[in-house]
Every structure is written in structure tokens, then in C-alpha cells.
């Protein structure tokens, strides 16, 4: 049985660090990705992601402004995908439904941007050993992400761009 997403606060976007894979991140700027799916995540706010981008990037490098979370079944959500890009339903659907799932989230994505970032090496300077974020890691509760997320903020904006996601049913 899903256990409930933890609520977020009502004090703007939660700040949260979370990986993904590069083919998912390019597709964001050619237009193609406007929502993120995930079998869990925060509820009731709108989040900052900070991407950890996966083999081969290794590397922390973008901010995501992401709209709060739509709650559904992976049925429904997988519906989502496919008015996104047709075919994707049927990946997104059996993803959420994975080990019994009941509960699905998919959030609208709305701005992107793209820093100079930090390589692994890096990160681990600063983190000591680095592992790539399963699921998602709220920084406000670690401070050693927060401090690392506050320098990319502060590094210089290569691009940005900003997204319309399909209406939702």
C-alpha cells in the first residue's frame, strides 16, 4: 500500500535536489517534456529542482521550476503523458504502477535553467561521497546540499527557457 506523500509548506516552492537522466533533460529544451513523473513527491506547492543529471553528465547543473504536483492514479497520469508525446503513456503507466502503486504524480514543468554547474568531483569535495539522489532530498533538511545548490545559484546562467505544459484533464 502507498503511504502519502509528505505535504509540502505554503511558503513558495520547495527547494529539492532529485537526478535524472540526460536524454529526459534534453528533451525539456526542445520542447517535447512538460511534465515530470514520479511515484512519489511532494503535495500542495510548487518545487524548485535542482537536477543531479545521471551517467554520463555526473554533474549538478540546472534549476526547474516546477508547478505542485498533480495526484493520480498511474492511469490518469499516464493519460498526462500521452497528451505530452504520444507513446509515452505507455512507459509512464506501467513506471507508476511499479510494485502495486496506487498513486501517481506528475508535475508541470515551467522554467528552466542551466548553470556552469559542478562535476561529481566536485560535489564530493564539498559532500564527501556523492550519491545520486534516489527519489528526491528537501534542502531544508540538508544543509550540506542547500549550501552546494546556493553556490550553483550563484554561477553563471548559460540558458534558460521557459515551458507551457498541455492542459490537464
Do not use: N
Not at 506547492?45 to 492514479?73: G, K, M, N
Amino acid at each position: 500500500m502507498d503511504q502519502p506523500s509528505p505535504k509540502a509548506c505554503d511558503s513558495g516552492p520547495v527547494p529539492v535536489v532529485m537526478s535524472l537522466d540526460p536524454p529526459w533533460y534534453e528533451l525539456m529544451w526542445t520542447g517535447k517534456k512538460t511534465f515530470e513523473f514520479r511515484r512519489r513527491f511532494l503535495t500542495g506547492s510548487p518545487a524548485q529542482w535542482f537536477v543531479y543529471l545521471t551517467a554520463p553528465e555526473h554533474r549538478l547543473c540546472a534549476v526547474i521550476d516546477l508547478d505542485a504536483a498533480i495526484q493520480d492514479t498511474p492511469e490518469r497520469i499516464a493519460q498526462i503523458a500521452e497528451r505530452m508525446q504520444a507513446g509515452s503513456g505507455a512507459t509512464v503507466q506501467p513506471y507508476l504502477a511499479r510494485k502495486g502503486r496506487s498513486v501517481g504524480y506528475a508535475m508541470p514543468i515551467r522554467r528552466v535553467r542551466q548553470y556552469t554547474g559542478f562535476a561529481a568531483a566536485e560535489l564530493e569535495r564539498v559532500l564527501g561521497d556523492v550519491c545520486p539522489p534516489q527519489g528526491y532530498v528537501r534542502l531544508d533538511q540538508h544543509p550540506g546540499w542547500r549550501s552546494v545548490c546556493d553556490k550553483l545559484l550563484a554561477t553563471p546562467l548559460e540558458c534558460e527557457t521557459t515551458i507551457s505544459p498541455a492542459a490537464t484533464p
